[in-house]
């Protein structure tokens, strides 16, 4: 069991044995050691980014159509398909302690640089973040989101 978890479960008084039955149940420590999907590295951004006292919550986006066929699109900064082309919003958006805007883009374990358009349109919207005085990082690991706060 990683340290990590151990310490998660005496903060919020967890006994010992329904955490080992919890472990053994849903395998929860599993993916310590090995590789982390996009979906692991963002529930473990979101839980430091509470431990640390901000807030980070899911941004989806993309499009879809109504009843109606008229195209609806959700997320932040994806007005329309040309811009969505060059400048793509984060997973995650939220507030850092202390109030400023706080953005990141998850990426699984062994990530390491914008690589392709996409990349680099989310390497846009983090620019302007940062260009606007607000926080943004690429994550492979919850380190990343500790580090911009620490």
């Not at 990349?119 to 492979?140: E, I, K, Y």
Request: aromatic share 8%.
């Amino acid at each position: 069991m990683s340290d990590r978890l151990a310490a998660w479960a005496v903060r919020w008084q967890v006994p010992a044995a329904a955490l080992a039955e919890l472990v053994e149940i849903d395998n929860v420590d599993a993916d310590a050691a090995a590789a982390r999907s996009e979906a692991n590295v963002m529930r473990d951004c979101r839980i430091e980014a509470d431990r640390l006292g901000g807030v980070l919550w899911r941004n989806n986006s993309g499009a879809t159509f109504d009843a109606r066929k008229r195209m609806i699109r959700y997320g932040l900064g994806n007005d329309s398909a040309k811009l969505n082309r060059d400048y793509k919003s984060p997973d995650l958006v939220g507030i850092a302690p202390g109030g400023r805007f706080w953005a990141a883009e998850c990426k699984t374990t062994g990530w390491t640089h914008p690589v392709n358009d996409r990349d680099r349109a989310q390497a846009n919207f983090g620019r302007h973040v940062v260009a606007l005085g607000g926080l943004f990082t690429f994550a492979t690991d919850p380190a990343h989101i500790r580090s911009m706060i620490t």
